[in-house]
């Protein structure tokens, strides 16, 4: 049941926007508390808008996490990116999360000139403050006039740490209107355990495999099967190469059972129970540039 807001409740809907690999999502699962959204060294990681909920006494804060805003190189992220800039224009403020351990470089300045078209109110967050140089001047001014010439407030955080995400907090709650309960304010996010069961298993590719695998793989969770011992949950991972479908598996099955077992460990976290994890391997080829393809795969462009 969704409970009715006290007087001067605030809520509201969060975009959280950059370039790949800046750490959004490792961002938003430290502000929901609980780990929702996949992380890995791999940039743009990220595929479909993410929705983590916080909830406290005085707000709730929706966070969309989007795929990194980058140049496509193929349909999939032609569809990644326009997800993202569809997000800017759906929610009440955008978080523009910058890699704070470098000075503003060209995509970063893409991006804002993106957010320029756009009437949504914007906060840029310096991340990775704990991975800064001593000497961070020249870091922190390039961002400081970035800021002074769109007129936006800015933060200084570690996504990694927790260090500066209270007061990051508080400035989100500072720019929201007075609103409802979104969702009821046990829940973490609205995404079902199966999409996070598919990421978990995709995650641990991302970790393990190497460079030609992780953005040629798609996972989809055949089955899901609850006893009051175990969960049973079936996985196809598909590939677009032969090639890629023996490195997933490896020699004698042992990359695909070293997946699995990170996966089902992470699974279990999730559900909190047993899980018994089952994996197979696809060859589809050239499934990101079908449209069909993506979109049996759960890839659309959202309204």
Not at 215 to 240: G, P, Y
């Amino acid at each position: 049941m969704i409970p009715q807001a006290p007087p001067e409740f605030k809520s509201g809907f969060i975009g959280i926007i950059g370039r790949p690999n800046v750490g959004k999502s490792t961002l938003m699962n430290q502000l929901v508390g609980q780990k929702i959204a996949i992380t890995s060294p791999v940039a743009q990681t990220t595929r479909n808008r993410l929705q983590g909920i916080l909830t406290t006494p005085e707000a709730q804060l929706i966070f969309v996490d989007t795929p990194g805003i980058h140049k496509p190189h193929h349909q999939l992220g032609e569809v990644l990116v326009q997800n993202a800039k569809i997000a800017i224009e759906s929610v009440d403020v955008v978080l523009f999360v910058v890699d704070g351990s470098t000075a503003c470089g060209t995509g970063d300045r893409y991006i804002a000139d993106l957010l320029n078209r756009s009437t949504t109110p914007v906060i840029l967050g310096l991340n990775k403050i704990d991975q800064q140089p001593q000497d961070s001047q020249t870091i922190d001014s390039s961002y400081a006039q970035l800021a002074k010439s769109h007129e936006w407030h800015t933060a200084k955080f570690s996504a990694k740490t927790g260090v500066g995400l209270p007061e990051l907090q508080q400035l989100f709650i500072q720019q929201l209107e007075t609103g409802p309960y979104y969702y009821p304010p046990d829940l973490v996010t609205d995404q079902p355990e199966r999409f996070i069961m598919g990421e978990l298993i995709r995650e641990q590719i991302l970790l393990l495999t190497r460079e030609e695998v992780p953005h040629s793989v798609a996972v989809a969770i055949d089955l899901v099967e609850e006893t009051s011992t175990i969960t049973r949950v079936l996985a196809t991972i598909h590939v677009e190469r032969d090639s890629q479908k023996g490195i997933l598996i490896g020699k004698g099955g042992a990359m695909l059972k070293a997946i699995g077992s990170a996966a089902r460990q992470q699974i279990q976290k999730l559900i909190a129970g047993k899980v018994y994890l089952e994996l197979f391997v696809k060859v589809q080829p050239k499934w990101r540039q079908s449209r069909i393809r993506l979109a049996e795969l759960g890839y659309r462009v959202e309204e």
